[in-house]
Nanobody, 127 residues
Framework: QLQLVESGGGLVQPGGSLTLSCVVS????????IGWFRQAPGREREGVSC????????SYADSVKGRFTISRDNAKNMAYLQMNSLEPEDTAVYYC????????????????????WGRGTQVTVSS
């Protein structure tokens, strides 16, 4: 059974940094595209970043470009989201997701493209 578990969330002051981790089990991460999404209270889930499996192509939402970095360590079956210069507007529950096995070149920020989801980790940016 495919499972994804996020960790690393917490409370951080504006301008601070956090690194989110996503550990996967039940499948080999190197064959699946990975996306990070977030959802703030009263708002729709939005795509933050993605990384393809075959060549590591990445993409970022405009709101986080230059501040967030996605990466993957296939040997450890883990994905990461490094978040710098955090702003109160980044407050949300963050989710990692895995796309279809066959979509190894996929890197899209559309939640409907992803099949498997973690339960999320809360990130709160506040002074």
């Amino acid at each position: 059974q495919l499972q994804l578990v996020e960790s690393g969330g917490g409370l951080v002051q504006p301008g601070g940094s956090l690194t989110l981790s996503c550990v996967v089990s039940g499948f080999a991460l190197d064959s699946y595209p990975i996306g990070w999404f977030r959802q703030a209270p009263g708002r729709e889930r939005e795509g933050v970043s993605c990384i393809s499996s075959v060549d590591g192509t990445t993409s970022y939402a405009d709101s986080v470009k230059g501040r967030f970095t996605i990466s993957r360590d296939n040997a450890k079956n883990m994905a990461y989201l490094q978040m710098n210069s955090l702003e109160p507007e980044d407050t949300a529950v963050y989710y990692c997701a895995a796309g279809p096995f066959w979509a190894q070149t996929m890197c899209v920020l559309r939640s409907s493209a992803y099949d498997h989801w973690g339960r999320g980790t809360q990130v709160t940016v506040s002074s």
